[in-house]
């Protein structure tokens, strides 16, 4: 992908998909000059370096109602987990 592409992308979540395989989470959001910056989940800081877009082959945007929908059956399934084991 490159820089001028990833300007395309709106501010979300985004399902990663590198050139070298394999996926990350990620948060995109807009610089000051409209150039987009990426922060994948297992990433110690984002990043600004437009050339990081080069080792992007796709972004898939995440549903943000999907994801609470999601988040709220994990959190509750991690309750009965720990309630049966209690």
């Not at 394999?22 to 297992?42: E, F, K, M, Q």
């Not at 080069?54 to 972004?59: F, H, K, S, T, Y």
């Amino acid at each position: 992908m490159s820089p001028e592409q990833a300007r395309q992308l709106s501010p979300g979540i985004y399902r990663i998909h590198w050139n070298s395989g394999g996926t990350s989470l990620a948060a995109v959001g807009i610089l000051r000059n409209g150039d987009s910056w990426l922060a994948p989940c297992n990433w110690t800081a984002p990043t600004e370096d437009q050339s990081q877009w080069a080792r992007v082959e796709q972004c898939e945007p995440l549903d943000p109602e999907a994801c609470a929908i999601l988040e709220s059956r994990i959190a509750k399934a991690i309750v009965a987990l720990t309630e049966r084991l209690s």
